[in-house]
């Protein structure tokens, strides 16, 4: 149980472009999503927080208007990154727990390239 | 032997041996730690929690030890095994709040 997947797994964007990626909670209810960022070699760090049906929590230094951040439904949030550049580059990661759960379970991760 | 790389301390042990690696956490608030398991290019799985009312916690050839007086927790592998090749990250949360705070990683290699 606690599966998460997101998509793609991969993506690969010119710059100045956005790009959206998909947090999925396969069988449970995932009242609340994180998502993090994690460079080559480095630790993750949290970027948002968000509950289904309210705006993210984003931590600072994170540009909100940059990395939108949507929790539609019990099951899904998605990240979008606008207007891409280089730097933007890494691996992102998503995590869901829900009322039954004591602790997070991460997806698999989406490596972004941005060209 | 233990060794600080560009980012992530290294341990390298022997396949058979037992393994222990450490972790100092930052906040004497927090009640709930985790050890997560990082292979390359995937997501964190989860390996094995304690609270802070507990200083030790068994798993399947895991333990955790807590020790809140130095803010320190460590993990232990026993009979380690080339799979277990990986980052492994503490994570710490407190209380009132959701959010994880991750420690900075120990790469552990495993050497036939």
């Known amino acids: 149980g606690a599966v998460v997947s997101q998509h793609p797994s991969r993506v690969i964007c010119k710059s100045g472009t956005s790009v959206k990626i998909e947090c999925r909670s396969l069988d449970f209810q995932a009242t609340t999503m994180f998502w993090y960022r994690q460079f080559p070699k480095q630790s993750l760090m949290l970027m948002a927080t968000s509950n289904e049906g309210s705006k993210a929590t984003y931590e600072q230094g994170v540009e909100k208007d940059k990395f939108l951040i949507n929790h539609a439904s019990l099951t899904l949030s998605t990240l979008t990154v606008t207007s891409a550049h280089p730097e933007d580059s890494s691996f992102y990661i998503c995590?869901?727990?829900?009322?039954?759960?004591?602790?997070?379970?991460f997806g698999p991760g989406t490596r972004l390239t941005v060209l | 032997g233990e060794s600080v790389g560009l980012h992530l301390p290294t341990l390298s042990v022997q396949e058979g041996d037992n393994s222990i690696i450490n972790c100092a956490y930052s906040n004497s608030a927090s009640d709930y730690f985790i050890w997560y398991k990082q292979e390359s290019g995937k997501g964190p799985q989860f390996i094995i929690d304690i609270r802070s009312n507990m200083d030790k916690r068994q798993g399947q050839r895991v333990t955790v030890l807590l020790n809140k007086t130095v803010k320190h927790l460590s993990l232990q592998i026993a009979a380690t095994q080339p799979g277990d090749s990986a980052v492994y990250f503490c994570a710490e949360n407190k209380g009132n709040t959701d959010k994880l705070i991750f420690g900075t990683g120990t790469r552990l290699q495993v050497f036939p």
């Open positions: 995590s869901a727990s829900g009322p039954r759960l004591d602790t997070q379970y």
